[in-house]
């Protein structure tokens, strides 16, 4: 699969399921884009689940948990901290 097919896929799968990820009380957004590894972009498209912050599994209820991959594609989460207008 190409690169463009694969953030086609990656955004039909965006689509489908980002009100249930909205849905979880820590997520503030969903994208897609390059997965990090190290905090360094790589060539791999995913999903970009932006929350608050980031918690342990262990520490979350199985309804609060975010997949590590949907429909077969990967998802990275993102700690981007509490978002505020400017004003």
Known sequence: MNRAEETARALRVKEAHEAELLEKANVLGVGVGFRHRASRPTEEICLI??????????????????????DGVP??????????AKG
């Open 49 to 70: 689940v932006m929350v608050r912050r980031k918690v342990s599994a262990a520490d979350l209820s199985p309804e609060e948990r975010i997949p590590a991959t949907i």
């Open 75 to 84: 998802v990275d989460v993102h700690e981007i901290g509490d978002v505020r």
